[in-house]
T-cell receptor, first 110, second 113 residues
């Protein structure tokens, strides 16, 4: 399968702690994106990192991409209860095909 | 802009019935796609389009048809509904080349009895 795979499947932390989620993929990509989904809602785009980029920041989010290891990580710093959601990585290929992983379910306890 | 809109929000079908899920976007995006999301799984790509008149199959295309006669609309047709097609369906759109993320619609929850 070409789709990304997130790790861990579930993560539970206390408010204020950092949350790190990982994504691995199998073939060369154009870019990798991270999305957030609150329970019962649609997906919201968080950040896109291109294959020639190694790190991007957006607010409390930090994304890294290691194309040699075919992996990416999403770090949420100083987490809040409102960050509780499922987080998905999506890998986009040359043919404009875009595949999603199964997601990491993050729970931030107040 | 309304963004990506989907209708209906909920639908119940009987096995063998056909129906069309509607998707429209008002952002002049070239790329549009349909995904299904099943419990405990990520989104799986059904079909996608990179422009009017151009469609291609994704990961799970069987049992679904699409067409793209205009830039704005990308309907998904279920030919003969089966219980295995019970899922939440999301339509998405984006600019090409990929510079930003993909915009998702609110989803259609489909149940096939």
């Amino acid at each position: 399968s070409q789709q990304g795979e997130e790790d861990p499947q579930a993560l539970s932390i206390q408010e204020g702690e950092n949350a790190t989620m990982n994504c691995s993929y199998k073939t060369s990509i154009n870019n990798l994106q991270w999305y957030r989904q609150n329970s019962g809602r649609g997906l919201v785009h968080l950040i896109l990192i291109r294959s020639n980029e190694r790190e991007k920041h957006s607010g409390r989010l930090r994304v890294t991409l290691d194309t040699s290891k075919k992996s990416s990580s999403l770090l949420i710093t100083a987490s809040r209860a409102a960050d509780t959601a499922s987080y998905f990585c999506a890998t986009q290929y040359n043919n404009n095909d875009m595949r999603f992983g199964a997601g990491t379910r993050l729970t931030v306890k107040p | 802009n309304a963004g990506v809109t989907q209708t209906p929000k909920f639908q119940v079908l009987k096995t063998g019935q056909s129906m069309t899920l509607q998707c429209a976007q008002d952002m002049n995006h070239e790329y549009m796609s349909w995904y299904r999301q099943d419990p405990g799984m990520g989104l799986r790509l059904i079909h996608y389009s990179v422009g009017a008149g151009i469609t291609d199959q994704g990961e799970v295309p069987n049992g679904y048809n699409v067409s793209r006669s205009t830039t704005e609309d990308f309907p998904l047709r279920l030919l003969s509904a089966a219980p295995s097609q019970t899922s939440v369906y999301f339509c998405a759109s984006s600019q090409l080349p990929w510079a930003r993320g993909v915009y998702f619609g609110p989803g259609t929850r489909l149940t096939v009895l």
